[in-house]
T-cell receptor, first 109, second 117 residues
Framework: TQLLEQSPQFLSIQEGENLTVYCNSSSVFSSLQWYRQEPGEGPVLLVTVVTGGEVKKLKRLTFQFGDARKDSSLHITAAQPGDTGLYLCAGFYGQNFVFGPGTRLSVLP | GAVVSQHPSWVICKSGTSVKIECRSLDFQATTMFWYRQFPKQSLMLMATSNEGSKATYEQGVEKDKFLINHASLTLSTLTVTSAHPEDSSFYIC?????????????FGPGTRLTVT
């Protein structure tokens, strides 16, 4: 059983479309991080959300942390081919840093 | 900013040999580093937590005698895959945290691709 679930698992969209991916847990997390990983590379941190209800924006990316700190979402506006990659949410559970299974996004030109 | 490096970036070895992968924190000290493996098109799976000056903590199902972890200094952890087999072929990634608190994100190395022939 995964501590962090992500949906959808795969997403293929056309350039210019909007999309939202979700990260859910039955457990409360003190914070959640979102990473993007491109093939053959390590994950790169996009954002950390700490406060329940928090919304953070990073250019065309909008991140939200649920009020109960059990879920988070990532919304991308006007997706571009450069947004293609594996999007991972992660957080500390006890002393371990755990990852969700990821959403693999493909943005077609 | 803080950087984590890995060496080598890729390695090919023959079945039965051992391979060592290094993970270094370049401009900060890390008392704890984490080792992950990632199979194609899958997420990262935590293998073990590497603790400076003490034994590593392994996740369930990870053979500690096969995946030897040494964290000899505050900036270096090594993962040795002993008697490698083709099923050990994977992408191995390490990470470190500047501080082990919930607001400090993990910093990841670029990964090492291991291919066992």
């Amino acid at each position: 059983t995964q501590l962090l679930e992500q949906s959808p698992q795969f997403l293929s969209i056309q350039e210019g479309e909007n999309l939202t991916v979700y990260c859910n847990s039955s457990s409360v997390f003190s914070s959640l991080q979102w990473y993007r990983q491109e093939p053959g590379e390590g994950p790169v941190l996009l954002v950390t959300v700490v406060t329940g209800g928090e919304v953070k924006k990073l250019k065309r990316l909008t991140f939200q942390f649920g009020d109960a700190r059990k879920d988070s979402s990532l919304h991308i506006t006007a997706a571009q081919p450069g947004d293609t990659g594996l999007y991972l949410c992660a957080g500390f559970y006890g002393q371990n840093f755990v990852f969700g299974p990821g959403t693999r996004l493909s943005v077609l030109p | 900013g803080a950087v984590v490096s890995q060496h080598p970036s890729w390695v090919i070895c023959k079945s039965g040999t051992s391979v060592k992968i290094e993970c270094r924190s370049l401009d900060f000290q890390a008392t704890t580093m984490f080792w992950y493996r990632q199979f194609p098109k899958q997420s990262l799976m935590l293998m073990a937590t590497s603790n400076e000056g003490s034994k590593a903590t392994y996740e369930q199902g990870v053979e500690k005698d096969k995946f030897l972890i040494n964290h000899a200094s505050l900036t270096l952890s090594t993962l040795t895959v002993t008697s490698a087999h083709p099923e050990d072929s994977s992408f191995y990634i390490c990470s470190a945290n500047i501080a082990l608190d919930f607001s400090t994100p993990a910093i990841f190395g670029p990964g090492t691709r291991l291919t066992v022939t």
